[in-house]
């Protein structure tokens, strides 16, 4: 299955890869989460490029990007370089989707790193509160255990990860597109290297500002959420208080997988101010 970013910027820790789609009409920029990349939406852009110019990429240590030792991979450097890449790009307020952690990473840059949009999608994403926990928690309380594991058990860790984010199941070879990154002696180093990074402290900063959010934000999120379930969503709802929360059924924590056409109705029909549903 190929998904290819042929565009590359350097930053200070490695080279982010990107891509662009449409012709330049409505700018959309479509931020991943962790563990993934932007192959989550190699079926969501297409569509989204028909009416938008729609920009992909993956994070630093993620995916296509570069993956070394070394390399700032917390929310806060991550939101620094978001906002490089807009310069980049040349977008001063384009619309902005983010999933899991790049929810978190757009809100600090929205917030704190001086970027603009003109509107905000947000769905089952780290956004603020207490939210390491499971798995992500024991890595980062016993990382010498995680770096000594074999590569098979390894390997078995994040299949049963991927696997605990989609309430409707991968398909055999998205599966391992997704598993791709995190394999070998580089990526499991690079696996573990970016969740020990990943922290409250760097989404604290900016949770007295939520309500301070000016421009239109809607939020959804898949009731069968198991990584952040639904109460996540109602707490960011609550701090947003314009904000429009959708909820969306039989999905999990990846709607780009389960609930792929319901994403794609939300995010062409536009942001407004509202309470949602």
């Known amino acids: 299955m190929t998904w290819t970013?042929?565009?590359?910027?350097?930053?200070?820790?490695?080279?982010?890869?990107?891509?662009?789609?449409?012709d330049g009409r409505?700018?959309?920029v479509l931020v991943h989460g962790t563990p993934y990349s932007s192959f989550l939406w190699r079926d969501i852009?297409?569509?989204?490029?028909?009416?938008?110019?729609?920009?992909?990429?993956?994070?630093?240590?993620?995916?296509?990007?570069?993956?070394?030792?070394?390399?700032?991979?917390?929310?806060a450097a991550q939101s620094r370089r978001f906002v490089e890449l807009l310069a980049h790009w040349e977008l001063s307020g384009p619309r902005v989707v983010a999933n899991d952690i790049g929810g978190a990473i757009?809100?600090?840059?929205l917030l704190l790193d001086g970027a603009t949009y003109s509107d905000l999608t947000i769905f089952d994403a780290v956004s603020g509160g207490a939210w390491e926990r499971g798995l992500f928690a024991l890595i980062r309380t016993h990382p010498e255990v995680f770096d000594e594991l074999p590569g098979y058990a390894h390997e078995s860790l994040v299949t049963s990860h991927l696997n605990n984010a989609t309430h409707l199941g991968f398909?055999?070879?998205?599966?391992?597109?997704?598993?791709?990154?995190?394999?070998?002696?580089?990526?499991?180093?690079?696996?573990?290297?970016?969740?020990?990074?990943?922290?409250?402290?760097?989404?604290?900063?900016?949770?007295?500002?939520?309500?301070?959010?000016?421009?239109?934000?809607?939020?959804?999120w898949g009731r069968e959420d198991r990584?952040?379930?639904?109460?996540?969503?109602?707490?960011?709802?609550?701090?947003?208080?314009?904000?429009?929360?959708h909820w969306i059924d039989d999905a999990g924590h990846l709607l780009q997988e389960d609930a792929p056409a319901q994403l794609l109705s939300h995010l062409l029909a536009g942001v407004t101010s509202g309470h949602g549903d």
């Open 227 to 245: 990584i952040l379930p639904p109460e996540y969503g109602t707490w960011l709802q609550e701090r947003i208080p314009h904000a429009e929360l």
């Open 171 to 220: 398909r055999p070879d998205v599966l391992k597109a997704h598993l791709a990154p995190w394999l070998g002696p580089e990526g499991q180093a690079a696996y573990y290297r970016q969740y020990r990074q990943l922290s409250e402290s760097d989404t604290k900063p900016y949770e007295a500002k939520l309500a301070e959010i000016a421009v239109p934000v809607k939020l959804l």
């Open 45 to 75: 852009a297409p569509a989204l490029a028909l009416e938008h110019t729609v920009f992909v990429f993956d994070h630093l240590g993620y995916g296509q990007s570069d993956q070394k030792e070394g390399q700032d991979l917390t929310l």
């Open 5 to 22: 970013l042929s565009e590359q910027f350097e930053t200070d820790g490695g080279i982010i890869r990107w891509a662009r789609l449409g």
């Open 106 to 109: 757009v809100l600090r840059a």
């Open 26 to 28: 409505d700018p959309m």
